[in-house]
């Protein structure tokens, strides 16, 4: 709002999972920068697990993001949040409408990641 007037417009592109190395760039530095007694530690093990795993759905190449921002960018009609998927927006409006039980069936998933990792 407060850039309105310069004729500044903002918008959320959430692309979901996508097709790259970021993961693999996620777990480097969460490994150089975490101290060991951080009280993030578990979580950062959970999602570099997760990360390794490859449990998360990535079906966006850097052409589909290059699509949805281009869209955000040009848009006569301006929209708030700009997807890839259904599915992108689907798993915001869940999140979003039923926050308690997002984090509870994340947090279930984070402790089978975690049960998993360890067993390997």
């Known amino acids: ?3 309105k007037a310069f004729g500044i417009r903002s918008a959320i ?3 979901g999972g996508t097709q790259s190395s970021w993961g693999q760039v996620t777990i480097d530095h969460i490994a150089a920068n975490l101290k060991v007694d ?5 979580l950062a093990n959970d999602v570099s697990q997760l990360l390794k795993g490859g449990a998360v759905n990535a079906k966006a190449t850097s052409k589909d993001l290059a699509q949805v921002f281009y869209c955000a960018a040009t848009d006569k009609t ?3 949040r700009y997807f890839n998927s259904f599915e992108d927006r689907a798993n915001v409006v869940i999140a979003r409408s039923f926050p308690n039980f997002t984090n509870r069936v994340l947090a279930s998933y984070f402790k089978r990641i975690s049960r998993r990792a360890g067993e390997e």
């Open 78 to 80: 301006v929209k708030r």
């Open 13 to 15: 592109v959430q692309p």
């Open 1 to 3: 709002m407060e850039v």
């Open 38 to 42: 951080s009280p993030y530690q578990e």
